[in-house]
């Protein structure tokens, strides 16, 4: 017997497999909404405009690639805890690394509070990004579900949220999206923010919020209003923060881990041990995207540039959502959420059907990206779906 025959196959990555089905997809008009990248209207995901100009200045500027060490990129750290939490005090209960990714970000916040409290269990709403459940318990993390979103309603169940939230104990980790939910497109509004910030703190129970699409919901600052209240309300906190979608530079896996601690004599402690985890993860991490955004966010022409590159972005999904939901029947709350997802109840039959007959290629579960979509294809698409239904 081989040393690996033990090993089973493991299933492939669906969303993969329908980027070949859709490249070889002769049909002209095909709509590919799988993808959780930003796309404009050409259906392109382009370098953005100041992360270029970001790039050029790093390479005309940048004399070394030595290495740095576990934490990264200092100043692209701090630049992340600002653009999460406003004009904070960095000096204080604040510590942060930059990480591969906001995945990187996750696992390692995972294994922090795995470090700390061995097994401990982490409630999350479903649905949720698939590889959330994988990555908590890599680190040892006890995953317990409850249901955050009704797909037929297309509504958040909050009452299901505060009561599973209720159920938690002290000592129990709570994992919230920031905004633009992955993948419902569903969002707490300020006050469910504020009854879940109340409960988290009243209950002693830890947040481990996941920033992954600041920016592209309604703005920077309201898309980070409710982590702002939890992070307000909770003495301890972890947030990872990714900047791959409002930077655009997915491949060049850019995030931020940051956690806020009780007491800033703790902070030291804390940080000693967030490096040790990074240090055993990947040593330190890839330099690259890091520091062009460290750069672009030290500029301030190409920071005010970005931002309208970001406010362009968001209104082409909002003008999306809005000429999808003016079609009505399961596309009629489309206008009500946020970001680049939405979960449609679709059955597989009718997702397959949509694909083979209409050249539509989508998720099995219903997500769709909006992205994939213009306000003149939103119509094609209503279209489509009406005739499968
Ligand atoms: C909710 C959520 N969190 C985190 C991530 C991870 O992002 P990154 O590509 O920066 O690892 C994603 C990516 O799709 C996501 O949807």
């Not at 249901?147 to 009561?163: C, E, R």
């Not at 290629?361 to 279209?383: D, H, P």
Request: proline content about 5%.
């Amino acid at each position: 017997m081989s040393f690996f025959q033990p090993l089973a196959q493991q299933p492939a990555d669906a969303l993969l497999a329908l980027i070949g089905m859709f490249r070889n997809d002769p049909r002209p008009g095909k709509l590919d909404l799988g993808v959780g990248v930003f796309r404009d209207d050409a259906g392109n995901t382009p370098v953005m405009r100041s992360v270029k100009a970001a790039e050029k200045k790093l390479w005309e500027t940048q004399d070394s690639k030595s290495y740095l060490g576990p934490e990264g990129n200092v100043a692209f750290a701090r630049h992340m805890a600002r653009l999460a939490l406003g004009d904070v005090d960095l000096s204080g209960r604040l510590t942060g690394v930059q990480t591969p990714g906001g995945t990187g970000a996750l696992r390692l916040g995972a294994e922090l509070l795995g470090a700390t409290k061995p097994g401990a269990t982490v409630w999350v709403g479903t649905p949720t990004w698939p590889n959330h459940p994988p990555v908590l318990a890599a680190a040892g993390l006890k995953v317990q579900t409850y249901k955050h979103f009704d797909t037929n309603t297309q509504a958040i169940t909050f009452d299901a949220v505060m009561d599973a939230l209720n159920k938690a104990q002290a000592g129990d980790i709570a994992l919230l999206h920031g905004c633009c939910h992955n993948p419902t497109g569903a969002d707490f509004d300020l006050d469910q923010w504020k009854a879940i910030a109340e409960l988290l703190s009243a209950r002693g129970i830890v947040p481990f919020l996941d920033l992954a699409y600041q920016g592209l919901g309604l703005g920077m600052e309201q898309d980070a209003a409710g982590v702002r209240l939890v992070m307000d309300a909770c003495p301890e906190a972890v947030l990872a923060y990714s900047c791959d979608k409002n930077f655009g530079v997915y491949r060049d896996r850019v995030g931020a881990l940051i956690v806020q601690t009780a007491a800033a004599g703790d902070t030291d402690r804390i940080s000693s041990n967030i490096l040790a985890l990074a240090r055993a993860n990947w040593s330190m991490p890839p330099d690259h995207g890091g520091a062009v955004i460290a750069t672009l966010l030290d500029d301030a022409t190409l920071a005010a540039d970005w931002k309208l590159e970001l406010d362009t972005m968001r209104d082409r999904l909002l003008g999306i959502r809005a000429a999808l939901a003016g079609h009505g029947g399961v596309l009629g709350r489309v206008d009500q959420q946020r970001g680049m997802f939405s979960l449609l109840p679709l059955s597989p039959d009718v997702v397959k059907r949509l694909r083979e007959d209409h050249a539509v290629y989508m998720a099995g579960s219903g997500r769709i990206n909006v992205a994939g979509l213009s306000v003149e294809t939103a119509g094609q698409f209503a279209k489509a779906l009406a005739a499968c239904l």
